[in-house]
């Protein structure tokens, strides 16, 4: 995905969009995500957790009995954050979408390869056709299908907006 931003004037003291090859390298080279599901009362979720960004979506896994998975299972679409907590400073990101199951051996056993790449032993997955780690504390696997990004520049501070 390489996308041209378009850049909010209400929100930005910036004279330019965050160039999409700037924001795409942010989300890859994170290693901390926050998730934002809806509970079934239409509360909001949001957790902390690890993933990847990979063919331009981001990629996470949760048991089937986690919060996140009830939520997704009666409400898909979801918001997935990085950032800091500095003002001045870095690149926030929202990427909003829908969270769908990955299936099938082959695609996720590349996506266990890119967990334990990207995270190192702890997170070497097992597959089968439907999960990671079918034979211990399985987790399903979904891809957020990225329908808006938003970047945040802080310095100077801007709002660009992607759409695929």
């Given at each position: 995905m390489n996308l041209t931003g378009q850049l909010d004037p209400r929100f930005s003291e910036a004279s330019a969009p965050t160039p999409w090859a700037e924001v795409d390298a942010a989300l890859a080279g994170a290693t901390g995500y926050l998730l934002v599901t809806v509970r079934a009362d239409g509360r909001p979720h949001v957790t902390p957790l690890v993933g990847l960004w990979t063919d331009g979506g981001f990629?996470?896994?949760?048991?089937?009995?986690?919060?996140?998975?009830?939520?997704?299972?009666?409400a898909p679409r979801v918001a997935v954050t990085?950032?800091?907590?500095?003002?001045?400073?870095?690149?926030?990101?929202?990427?909003?979408?829908?969270?769908e199951r990955v299936v099938g051996g082959p695609e996720l056993r590349r996506l266990a390869d890119g967990f334990r790449d990207r995270y190192g032993d702890a997170w070497d997955?097992?597959?089968d056709d439907e999960s990671f780690d079918p034979h211990g504390q399985r987790a399903l696997v979904y891809r957020v299908v990225t329908d808006k990004v938003l970047a945040f520049a802080k310095s100077p501070h801007g709002q660009t907006a992607f759409r695929p």
């Open positions: 990629v996470f896994c949760t048991g089937p009995a986690e919060q996140k998975a009830r939520n997704l299972a009666h990085i950032g800091s907590a500095a003002w001045d400073d870095g690149l926030d990101v929202v990427v909003e979408g829908t969270a997955f097992e597959n």
